[in-house]
């Protein structure tokens, strides 16, 4: 199985957030390293427009794929850089690859080696992660319309209680696995038939801002006392 860790130079929230430190090293080496372990993965490719980053794969012993400028803008779709990195190493339409974004550093090896499994079942398109999400859109949630006023989302009946609410689930980047024809062929990832691990809350943070960053720190040292 062919990995792609796709990691851009620039970021808002955190300046050089994919190789931001992290248990004594970076995001990217950590990841990296994680992935080495799982018997499944032949080969690791980092995607990236940074020399920086560049040189922290070689360093890691794995193969770099030059992204073009154009796709490492903050308007640059993401699928986009999957399908570049699939022409560049002339994957078969129908060879499955996995996609594991170092913003998601708890993702451990049974994650991989379960969507594999799923993956085995041959019943879907694409796997992707969830966790059920703590908040509810017709239960504690608000929407602001054109005149500034605050309004709930309606439902068929009304609902009093979170058990009496219907289940929403927040999407995840812990991985993704699917083939170069069906991100070639759909307009989105959920557009086929997608098959849904789930995370537990503890392994589910997507590092994305300063505090995200912060807690992602505390939590993994917290592991060592």
């Known amino acids: 199985m062919k990995v792609f860790i796709c990691v851009r130079g620039g970021s808002k929230g955190i300046p050089k957030k994919n190789i931001a430190e992290f248990e004594n090293s970076n995001l990217l080496s950590y990841s990296i390293q994680k992935i080495k372990s799982n018997n499944n993965i032949d080969k690791i490719f980092v995607s990236t427009d940074s020399d920086d ?19 490492a803008t903050d308007k640059a779709n993401e699928i986009d850089v999957w399908k570049h990195c699939c022409r560049y190493l002339s994957l078969k339409k129908d060879e499955p690859f996995l996609v594991t974004p170092v913003t998601s550093p708890f993702r451990e090896n049974k994650d991989i080696d379960k969507a594999l499994k799923l993956w085995s079942t041959k019943k879907y398109d694409i796997i992707m992660t ?19 006023d605050m309004k709930t989302l309606t439902y068929s009946k009304n609902i009093y209680r979170r058990q009496d609410a219907p289940q929403f689930f927040d999407i995840l980047t812990v991985l993704y696995l699917t083939t170069f024809e069906y991100i070639n062929s759909n307009n989105g990832l959920l557009s086929g038939r997608v098959g849904w691990l789930d995370i537990p809350e503890e392994r589910s943070i997507d590092i994305d801002t300063p505090w995200d960053l912060q807690l992602a720190n505390l939590i993994v040292n917290s592991k060592k006392l």
């Open 130 to 148: 969830r966790k059920k999400s703590s908040r509810n859109p017709y239960l504690n949630m608000v929407t602001e319309n054109k005149n500034g």
């Open 53 to 71: 980053i560049a040189k922290i794969a070689l360093r890691e012993n794995v193969t770099f794929i030059e992204r073009p400028r154009e796709l």
